[in-house]
């Protein structure tokens, strides 16, 4: 499935009306075999320049209050180390000129924050409280943690309501479809 035909999908399902769509995530992860397609493929094979920006203009649309009030000076002399095993996402974050700007990942962050997708989407959807995935070990936090936990309040801080409609249904359909999979 291409990228333009996956944001179609998510398109249309977001514009679905919300009791219907609410069944279809459930549904479709109840397909006998649902879980063994590659739908994480896709994804892995997105150059990784390609993830970089995606991944950079879309945190500094979700970030652009947090920019524009500076409450993201925290990363001014840092780096922040991002790695979404699962998918093979390896990003470093840094603020630039009131600016979030990814990069390849390296050794030199200066706090690591490493998950599988779920866990990140779960995070972002505000469907499993930070604090939950790290304790159980589903995220970790390795290097500086008082850097760490100022992520953690930043992404606590955003207003999901403040999101686009359809970018908020996505999120949530996605997160219901992934939360519906058998283990």
Known sequence: MSTNTLLMVITIMASIPHKFAL?????????????YLPWKTPFRLLPQS??????????????RQQLADDDLCFLEDAILRL????????????LQQQHLTFSPGTDAANTIFSGNS???????????????????RRLSIEGDTELGLQVKNLIDSVDM???????????????????????
Do not use: C
Request: hydrophobic share 50%.
């Open 23 to 35: 069944l279809i995530p459930k549904k479709l992860a109840r397909l006998p075999g649902i879980q």
């Open 50 to 63: 390609i993830q970089l920006t995606i991944a950079e203009k879309v945190s500094n649309f979700i970030f």
């Open 83 to 94: 790695q979404i095993k699962d998918l093979a996402f390896d990003w470093q974050v840094s």
């Open 118 to 136: 779920k866990e990140f989407l779960l995070l972002a959807s505000r469907r499993e409280d930070p604090d939950t995935l790290f304790f159980q």
């Open 161 to 183: 309501d403040d999101m686009p409609v359809a970018l908020n249904h996505a999120l949530y359909l996605t997160a219901d479809f992934v939360e519906a999979l058998p283990q």
